[in-house]
């Protein structure tokens, strides 16, 4: 339902109460008085009211396009003034006490339609008042012929003062009620924007609350929450929204002591360890408005992640200044075992073959070359050395590396099957040889390590663009999803014996290539390798 047509609705049950308040007083005034007065005019006045009050609404159901609009209004606003002037007529004419009711028109007129309704409504009430007093002063309307009373008929001076006096009243009226729509008017406009405004900014201010990650309280001056947001009570696991004392929440959760009352200094960070290895942080500020305080605001974080790595760099750091230690270690370690390794080979030289000392010297150099290859393989873990890339002929470094693999003392303990697949074709990949040998040796020892005696080791080399893939498989006793998933970790051990850093080592070198490396494991059925090298 639009403007016009609710106020015209609104104009018809008033007309209506106030035409059946009439009649009904009318009637009562009536029965109290007797036959002697009649008041016959009164009850034509109300007939004549309800007439026209039957073709408003029949306008309002016939003709719905006009009920919408302005004219509507106008219509009724006019027969209204005329109305008026029959109750005029009917009560004293120029001098009746229901002369205001022109003015009441004038202001329903211009709170409706603002400044161009009152001043018309002024201007018709003007001219039918106008007509009014010369038709009594000439005669034209005679009250005492429509109904039986003594009427006498108003003077040139008494027209002319009642009429000049009500017409400058009528328009008095409309320029005051004009004034004070206008400024209503102009009200209305700012206190729209200014909604708009409150509206805009509670959204803005919605946006910013519901964006911060964590949470915000509001307390008063004693600590009492006043406000607070979702997020900051699921922080501190709280579930009704204000009249919780935040010192006391605090305190509970192992937090100190806290003094609302005027001792908290400006601003502080309390840190909370709660269960389920979270941890919040709360900071805490005065909270002033015109230069005193009113209150408090606390903002609580979640820190589980930033605890969480704040721990791993510490720990990192920690690891990283034993490596140093540790490597620093190992190269004091290789010389004297470099030492026992030599001496013992020149011992068993000088020893027979098959004794006891021959076997036990044996066993020394044994070890000792094993000891050798960890400490090679922790020091290179330890502080990798810059590859030196060149572009080289993968196909042949994995030949080489079979054939110096299968001639190692390691190898022949085993009796294994080694086989070569690298194809007849170049495979060229810019990389560094010496790594490049070393990881695929790495792979080759693991492969040694999980086989049984007699079982098959076999290098298979790909071209898949843009990799050359090299791929080592071997029938071991493969790996469970648990360490599969823990390989690539430095001293993870996978067999017996060694310090679990090959592997760790040929991730090393696959990152400073460029590449990848793949494992697949089935628990009892081998495990294959794959090493990713990108193609020149």
């Not at 009373?149 to 409309?174: D, K, Q, S």
């Not at 840190?271 to 500020?285: A, D, F, K, N, Q």
């Not at 873990?381 to 994995?398: G, H, M, S, V, Y």
Request: charged share 20%; net charge neutral; glycine share 10%.
């Amino acid at each position: 339902m639009g403007e016009f047509e609710r106020t015209g609705l609104r104009l018809i049950v008033f007309r209506l109460v106030i035409a059946l308040t009439f009649l009904a007083s009318s009637l009562g005034l009536q029965v109290a008085l007797g036959e002697k007065f009649l008041l016959g005019p009164y009850f034509y006045f109300s007939a004549l009211v309800l007439f026209l009050e039957i073709i408003y609404l029949m306008i309002y159901a016939l003709f719905p396009g006009l009920r919408k609009k302005e004219p509507f209004i106008y219509i009724q606003l006019l027969g209204d003034s005329a109305t008026v002037m029959v109750l005029l007529f009917f009560t004293g004419g120029q001098s009746s006490v229901f002369v205001f009711l022109c003015h009441f028109l004038i202001v329903v007129a211009g709170s409706i339609l603002r400044k161009r309704g009152a001043f018309l409504l002024a201007l018709v009430n003007g001219l039918l008042f106008g007509l009014l007093c010369l038709s009594l002063y000439y005669g034209w309307l005679r009250p005492g012929k429509a109904f039986s009373a003594i009427f006498e008929p108003p003077t040139a001076g008494e027209a002319f003062n009642a009429l000049m006096t009500n017409l400058i009243g009528f328009f008095l009226v409309a320029m005051l009620i004009s004034a004070m729509a206008t400024r209503m008017e102009k009200s209305s406009r700012d206190l729209g924007a200014a909604r708009k405004d409150l509206s805009y900014y509670r959204h803005l201010n919605d946006m910013i609350v519901s964006s911060f990650s964590g949470g915000i309280i509001v307390t008063d001056l004693d600590g009492k929450v006043t406000m607070s947001t979702p997020r900051g009570r699921e922080l501190l696991s709280m579930t009704i929204t204000e009249g919780w004392r935040l010192d006391e929440k605090i305190q509970s959760l192992g937090g100190p002591p806290l003094n609302f009352s005027g001792t908290l200094i400006k601003s502080c960070d309390i840190p909370l360890s709660l269960p389920g290895e979270r941890h919040v942080m709360i900071s805490i500020s005065q909270l002033g408005e015109d230069g005193r305080l009113v209150g408090y605001l606390a903002l609580v974080r979640d820190e589980s992640e930033v605890v969480r790595i704040r721990g791993e760099l510490g720990l990192k750091e920690r690891l990283v200044a034993l490596g140093e230690m540790a490597a620093n270690m190992a190269h004091e370690i290789k010389n004297p075992l470099g030492s026992i390794s030599g001496a013992a080979q020149m011992l068993k030289s000088e020893t027979s073959e098959g004794s006891s000392e021959s076997e036990l010297l044996a066993i020394i150099h044994k070890e000792s070359l094993r000891l050798a290859e960890v400490l090679d393989n922790f020091l290179r873990f330890a502080n990798p050395p810059r590859p030196e890339k060149q572009a080289a002929d993968i196909a042949t470094l994995c030949r080489e590396t079979a054939t110096l693999f299968e001639k190692s003392p390691f190898f022949a303990e085993k009796k294994l099957d080694l086989s070569c697949d690298c194809g007849n074709s170049e495979m060229t990949a810019v990389m560094d040889p010496n790594q490049f040998r070393q990881a695929l040796w790495n792979l080759l020892q693991n492969g040694r390590k999980a086989s049984p005696d007699g079982g098959k080791i076999s290098i298979v080399l790909r071209k898949s663009p843009p990799w050359a893939i090299v791929e080592v498989s071997d029938t071991g006793v493969g790996m469970p999803k648990s360490e599969l998933d823990k390989m690539q970790e430095p001293f993870k051990r996978g067999f017996g014996a060694g310090a679990g850093l090959g592997l760790s080592v040929v991730y090393r070198i696959m990152e400073q290539h460029g590449g990848r490396l793949e494992i697949d494991s089935t628990y009892g059925s081998g495990t294959t390798v794959r090493l990713f090298f990108p193609l020149e």
